[in-house]
């Protein structure tokens, strides 16, 4: 397993940018695949988005698609969340995760993933 700290979250006016991080530990980062959940008060854990080892395939919640960009740097042990044109309803609690997945349909399913970061809070205001 990897240790993994999100940051990055905050509170945002709707229409605004927030650029989430989350660094991990340990030297085999990039044999994990990675992903960004949210869950919101009252609500179950979303997938948001995913992507591959190596930064090459992403995947992404229709809810997320044209908004956000997940990335990572394997370099430095990091993935990334940038999210653009936000909206009151993408108010959460941001996680990432990071397991061996070895199939895209895996990348949306919580059960893939063995690690997870403690959150970070993600608030927007209408």
């Known amino acids: 397993q990897v240790q993994l700290v999100e940051s990055g979250g905050g509170l945002v006016q709707a229409g605004g940018s927030l650029r989430l991080s989350c660094a991990a530990s340990g030297r085999t980062f990039s044999r994990y695949g990675m992903a960004w959940f949210r869950q919101a008060p009252g609500k179950e854990r979303e997938f948001v988005a995913g992507v591959s080892g190596s930064g090459d395939q992403t995947y992404y919640a229709d809810s997320a698609k044209d908004r956000f960009t997940i990335s990572r740097d394997n370099a430095k042990n990091t993935m990334y969340l940038q999210m653009n044109a936000l909206k009151p309803e993408d108010t959460a609690v941001y996680y990432c995760?990071?397991?061996?997945?070895?199939?895209?349909?895996?990348?949306?399913?919580?059960?893939?993933?063995?690690?997870w970061g403690q959150g970070t809070q993600v608030t927007v205001s209408s």
């Open positions: 995760a990071a397991g061996f997945l070895f199939l895209p349909r895996n990348y949306v399913s919580s059960n893939f993933y063995n690690s």
